[in-house]
């Protein structure tokens, strides 16, 4: 009796894993349904805005690579507010597109709407910017840059440049906007590198320049009425220290000279300053992430899994090399 008993709650256990195992898969189906009746894959997209060179090329190359893919692009341009992206992301699911992706303007309070996108079964794509949540489940792949390294790269340029130095080495910095992984990030791997040698390494001022060329200028500005010694401008993107160069410029100083300057994206702008010998090194970070997201969009539209992290190839400019690059750069 007690043989059969346990072969019945056995077979009982192997059907109820069977049917979680099928619930599971159609979990993860082609989800939102949103096809645009056309049977074309409808993506949503919530931009950060259009606050540097940088989001202007990254937009393009995603409505360009979206009309590649003959996908339908429902973009919306949050112009730097959370609160835009989190009304855009629920328009998105009420649409029922098929996937959400978007460029989170900073890193935190994403977990309510990402659960709603999650109930519906909408899956959600992170580019270009990360999110602080524990909860991985919330979206399928976080397309962008290592901002860390960005910021150590740029530490380890300085170190370099100034080792037969004794310094002090005085450092201002113009952060990115408040709260985004990149201004984090950048200002964190850059620290920790500069750290090694704290007597020589000072940084004297850092304020956010909202990664935008008008604040950068009006926040170099005040550091130039406040320090009459500055060595260094660590700026967290390319407007930003083009915007620093006209202020650094108006005070009748040398900008790559009297102040050298480092600045990470390298946009057209920022690698012709870089050439002009204007500003010193920049580290690269690609905006051209389009192709890649409409490739992750379709794997995950059609149920497929996808790595969680894609990291994008980047590198670094000399004004040498910056001179070499330029008629091939892209943006
Ligand atoms: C980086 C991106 C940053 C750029 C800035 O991936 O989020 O935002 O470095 C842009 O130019 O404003």
């Known amino acids: 009796m007690l043989r059969k008993r346990a072969g019945a709650l056995l077979a009982a256990a192997l059907m109820v894993s069977a049917l979680a195992a099928c619930g599971d898969d159609e979990g993860s189906g082609s989800a939102g349904g949103g096809g645009g009746g056309d049977g074309k894959l409808v993506l ?25 893919a ?23 699911i009420t649409q029922r597109v098929d996937v959400i992706a978007f460029s989170p303007v900073v890193e935190s309070g994403w977990d309510t709407v990402l659960k709603e996108a999650q109930d519906a079964e909408i899956p959600v794509i992170l580019t270009d910017r990360a999110i602080d949540s524990p909860d991985e ?57 500069i750290a090694a040698e704290p007597e ?6 850092s304020q956010t320049g909202q990664f935008t060329r008008t604040d950068g200028k009006q926040v170099m500005e005040t550091f130039l009425k406040s320090h009459d010694d500055i060595d260094v ?8 220290g083009l ?7 108006a005070a009748g100083l040398k900008p790559g000279e009297d102040i050298k300057i480092i600045t990470v994206d390298a946009v057209k702008d920022g690698m012709t300053a870089l050439a002009d010998g204007k500003i010193n090194f920049i580290v690269e970070c690609s905006p051209l992430l389009g192709p890649q997201l409409m490739e992750l969009a379709q794997t995950v539209a059609d149920g497929g899994s996808v790595e969680k ?23």
């Open 309 to 331: 992290r894609v990291l994008t190839e980047e590198t670094t400019f000399t004004q040498e090399q910056a001179k070499e690059a330029l008629p091939d750069r892209k943006y």
């Open 233 to 240: 401008l660590y700026a967290h993107n390319d407007d930003m």
């Open 137 to 193: 489940s919330l979206y399928e792949s976080f397309i962008g840059s290592d901002f860390v390294l960005e910021g150590k790269k740029a530490g380890e340029w300085l170190v370099e440049e100034y080792k037969d130095e004794t310094g002090p080495v005085n450092i201002v910095e113009l952060q990115g906007s408040p709260g985004a992984a990149p201004a984090n990030d950048r200002k964190a791997g850059f620290a920790e590198v």
């Open 70 to 92: 003959g996908y339908e692009l429902k973009f919306s341009d949050a112009q730097g507010k959370q609160e835009n992206q989190i009304k855009a992301i629920r328009s998105f």
């Open 243 to 249: 915007g620093a160069i006209e202020a650094i410029e």
């Open 200 to 205: 020589k390494f000072k940084v004297i001022a």
């Open 44 to 68: 949503g997209f919530s931009q950060v805005g259009a606050e540097s060179g940088w989001r202007t090329a990254n937009t393009k190359s995603i409505q360009e690579s979206a009309a590649e």
